[in-house]
């Protein structure tokens, strides 16, 4: 049930990665990766290969044209504009493609089914491709595109993308009727169109990465304000993408065979199936040879378990995401940055990350993956374990130790009260961490149990004094700004920063990426400075596949889905 | 007959309205709602409000009340927030599912639960009737994840006889007596766990329905009268015995339909249970309300059921 509650996590995340997907960056059509920053690539995902081919299994080896795919639960929602979790996303990822793609190390390419200009910032013009056809072989044109930015700005839209955080003029009076299109999203030619901005954003650009629909089959019968037409279809998707639809069975699997008119040619596996595995017996599965793809929580006994059956590659990298601690800032002990500096060094973040994670986790400093291109380690402190330091920062806040072992100041006591979750692995060995050091630090330390929904309700009304909860990262870092700027919808700390403010702006409204990339830097360095969260680690991800599979490629910023179609069954 | 079914049903109704207001109640009350749970992350402020509003939680309590009953009351159980499809079709896609396999796996209990229950009953003390005991009473304190993880691993895994998950092969498109087949053999494990947990409370309940007839006398009366053993037991005795169990099964009903929600997570089980867990923790209320209307309109009509199965058995008894 907790991985779930991970997985849950991960899911709103990822899912969310098109309406956070900001990072702008790239000018020029492919982005050029800046020649100063190292290539991040290949330290970013670690394979492990097979060690023993012949052990594969006899029902994996008989399965000549097709791969299974474990996953979890599917919502059936098989819409880019509509579907909201993780395998409803795998599956769609590979039915439908969008105008921009990301590449290896979180930066946007021309590898979507158009290339881009970009005009003073603001107006971005899609030229879609020679020969890119939908999977009923008609072309892709203009008005596909227009109409799948179209729904977003229906007013009874109801999912979690958001079209109006971009600044595409004419969006608002598009949903309020006032408009019968957008202003901002013009049909050039039956090629071309053409997203006009208010202002510079750099965020934009992600937003791009939204899968095209055809408007001839999901348009049909759809009027504004009625998106029932296109929902009405969510189970029986059709797209561009390298498969097409076959098969649904609720609960169990779906399945797909290869499009013959995919436009890139061919893709090399002729069927792939998702399978809904469940989490007590994902391994099994992988083991037994009945699924060929999973993701499986990386520790030091489920790799050994893989390595030993010999037959698996595994490709372990870094979550996007990580694990912190969120306090509010209004209450007066939190407000001092000195007790929050303290509060981190009391914390053997080391020690509790190996603990619960073993080699797979990394401490992390600032709110970013270390393989983004945007990361940074220049003039960070690590905070290291201390906790003389930590006493003596809470001397020089004013909280002195008394006599009863707890510190006070003005009389109060200082006690703070944790909102945790139950049964969790990273709680239940951090928590006891915690409680001792801050014991020693003289801190009345209480716990209370709760889960994650009433969690989040808590955090939501700015209920809860400290907590731990994790943050999703996407490709681009000025999605974190909800985050941490002030006043920020997802500022359930109070926290505020103006000289952070201001960076999170500039930071969108620069576009080239070694600019913003310094931008970043800099925010970084007062962010681990100021501590707005403690920020614990960074944790691992590990994708297994059976070692018949030819050229499997997954990495942080891509999904495997994006180049599962140049990989092949070997004989 | 038909008056005491017509006054039964109607007493229904004030009974499943106070249900669904408690019911409504609740999860209205309990912390978080669906886009919090799932949306939230990421979205701007006006975009949750939007959100919030395009999905009614905005409104007063009793008003979604009052839209929601009325609604379910001609028949529209609303639009599941997760799966966007009506919560009737959601519903229907999974329930038969865990019907099939709690179906099998009751037949199952009660194939082995009663005649074992009354052999322990004529053999008190026995071997066979401890041997029974210690087996009904580790099936009722096994938990059923444990048990069904270690089927798995024996007959799944070591010797790969039965799959591992699920409800048919994936990829292979059998119709007809290959797919019968083939569903059958994705069951055979779950239903072993459903079963096997269950089969121990039936058969102490037989047992002791079976020693309470035994020590009747008119039972001593027919021994006396020179009857066998078996026309003893299993001509008088037995039926006599059956008659609380009988009832009981009346009272299954909901769990026919219910779902099993452990074996079915284990085994990844397409059932209604699994989805339900799902649903709360993401907060799907209309799913959860459809469903646990559902489970309430069931047991009022079990219990209807024992009550009338009751009367048929048992002719002391007379329906009033």
């Known amino acids: ?50 060690t023993d081919t012949s052990r594969n299994p006899q029902v994996a080896l008989d399965r000549k044209d097709t791969i299974v795919i474990g996953t979890d639960d599917f919502n059936g929602v098989f819409i ?17 493609e969008p105008l921009v793609g990301v590449d290896e190390e979180g930066k946007p390419i021309d590898d979507g089914i158009a290339t881009w200009t970009v005009e003073d910032d603001v107006k971005y013009t899609f030229t879609i491709k020679d020969g890119v056809v939908f999977s009923d072989g008609t072309p892709v044109t203009a008005e596909d595109v227009e109409f799948s930015y179209l729904v977003l700005a229906d007013p009874t839209y109801d999912a979690s993308s958001d079209i109006g955080k971009y600044g595409i003029l004419g969006v608002d009076a598009y949903k309020n009727g006032q408009a019968d299109s957008i202003e901002g999203i013009k049909v050039i030619d039956e090629k071309t169109i053409e997203f006009t901005l208010e202002q510079p954003n750099a965020e934009v650009i992600y937003f791009f990465t939204l899968g095209i629909i055809p408007k001839a089959y999901y348009g049909e019968g759809y009027t504004f304000g009625d998106l029932s037409s296109i929902r009405d279809l969510q189970a ?90 969120g306090m509010n800032h209004e209450l007066p002990k939190f407000s001092d940055v000195r007790v929050r500096q303290a509060l981190k060094y009391a914390i053997n973040r080391k020690d509790a990350t190996e603990a619960i994670y073993g080699p797979y986790g990394n401490v992390l400093n600032i709110p970013q993956s270390r393989v983004s291109w945007a990361f940074t ?9 201390d906790m003389e330091k930590a006493a003596s920062l809470l001397d020089e806040a004013g909280w002195e130790m008394g006599d009863d072992g707890f510190r006070y100041k003005d009389g109060e006591k200082f006690e703070i009260f944790f909102t945790g979750m139950s049964d969790h692995p990273v709680l239940d060995i951090l928590l006891p961490m915690m409680i001792e050091s801050y014991k020693e630090l003289g801190i009345d330390f209480k716990v209370e149990y709760v889960d994650f929904p009433t969690l989040i309700d808590k955090t939501n009304n700015y209920a809860a004094e400290m907590w731990f909860l994790a943050w999703s990262l996407t490709p681009d870092p000025g999605s974190a700004s909800n985050i941490y700027r002030t006043g920020g919808p997802q500022n359930k700390y109070n926290y505020s920063n103006p000289a952070a403010d201001q960076l999170w702006i500039d930071g969108v409204a620069e576009t080239d990426f070694n600019k913003r990339a310094e931008i970043y830097g800099d925010l970084y360095r007062i962010l681990n400075e100021d501590i707005p969260v403690i920020i614990i680690y960074q944790r691992s991800d590990m994708w297994a596949a059976n070692s018949r599979l030819e050229n499997f490629n997954v990495s942080p910023y891509r999904t495997f889905t994006k180049d599962l179609w140049k990989v092949t069954i070997a004989d | 007959m038909r008056q005491y079914l017509t006054r039964r049903l109607i007493q229904m109704i004030p009974i499943l309205i106070g249900i669904s207001v408690i019911i409504f109640g609740l999860f209205a009350l309990a912390p978080g709602d669906f886009i919090d749970a799932n949306m939230s992350m990421g979205a701007s402020q006006e975009r949750i409000d939007e959100l919030k509003a395009l999905y009614g939680f905005d409104k007063p309590l009793p008003v979604r009340y009052i839209n929601w009953a009325s609604n379910t009351i001609r028949g529209n159980l609303g639009l599941s927030l997760q799966f966007m499809k009506p919560v009737t079709e959601v519903i229907d896609d999974y329930v038969w599912n865990s019907f099939i396999l709690a179906s099998i796996a009751y037949m199952l209990s009660i194939l082995i639960a009663v005649p074992v229950g009354v052999l322990s009953a004529t ?97 001593r009366t027919a021994r006396a009268k020179g009857l066998g053993q078996r026309t003893v037991i299993y001509r008088h005795a037995l039926r006599n015995a059956l008659i609380p169990v009988v009832t009981i099964l009346g009272m299954m009903l909901p769990s026919l339909f219910g779902g099993a929600i452990i074996t079915e997570q284990i085994f990844a089980y397409p059932g209604i249970g699994r989805i339900a867990l799902m649903s709360l923790s993401k907060r799907d209320y209309p799913l959860l309300m459809g469903f646990n209307m559902m489970l309430a309109a069931l047991t009022l009509l079990g219990n209807l059921l024992s009550d009338i199965l009751y009367a048929a058995v048992d002719p002391r008894v007379r329906l009033k």
């Not at chain 1, 909201?84 to 039915?95: A, F, I, K, N, W």
């Not at chain 1, 380690?377 to 374990?385: A, Q, R």
């Open chain 1, 377 to 385: 380690d220049e003039g960070i402190n690590s905070y290291d374990y």
């Open chain 1, 236 to 325: 029986k998707p059709m797209g561009s993408g390298p498969y097409k639809f076959v098969e649904y069975k609720e609960g169990q699997t779906v399945t797909l065979v290869a499009n013959e008119n995919y436009w890139q040619g061919t893709p090399g596996i002729p069927n792939v199936i998702f399978k809904v595995t469940s989490n007590a017996t994902e391994m099994q599965e992988i083991i037994s040879g009945q699924i060929d793809i999973q993701d499986i929580t990386v520790s030091v006994e489920n790799v050994e378990q893989l390595k030993a059956a010999g037959f698996v590659d595994l490709h372990i990298f870094p979550t996007n995401g990580y694990g912190y601690l």
């Open chain 1, 80 to 96: 880019p504009q509509f579907g909201q979790t993780v395998p409803d996303r795998q599956v769609y990822e590979l039915l439908f």
């Open chain 1, 1 to 50: 049930m907790k991985k779930l509650k991970w997985k849950g996590i991960a899911a709103i995340a990822l899912a969310s990665m098109l309406a956070l997907s900001g990072c702008g960056g790239g000018t020029q059509a492919p982005a050029e990766g800046g020649g100063e920053r190292a290539d991040l690539t290949s330290q970013s995902v670690d394979i492990v290969k097979a």
């Open chain 2, 123 to 219: 053999k008190q003390y026995s071997k066979f009737d401890m041997g029974a005991t210690v087996f009904a009473l580790m099936g009722i304190a096994m938990p059923s994840f444990f048990l069904g993880l270690l089927l798995i691993k024996f007959f799944a895994i070591d010797l790969p006889i039965f799959p591992v998950s699920g409800m048919s092969t994936a990829g292979a498109n059998n119709t007809g007596l290959a797919h019968i087949l083939d569903v059958g053999k994705h069951l055979i494990l779950p239903s072993l766990v459903l079963g096997l947990t269950g089969v121990g409370s039936l058969m102490r309940y037989t047992r002791t329905a079976m020693l309470e007839v035994i020590r009747q006398d008119y039972i």
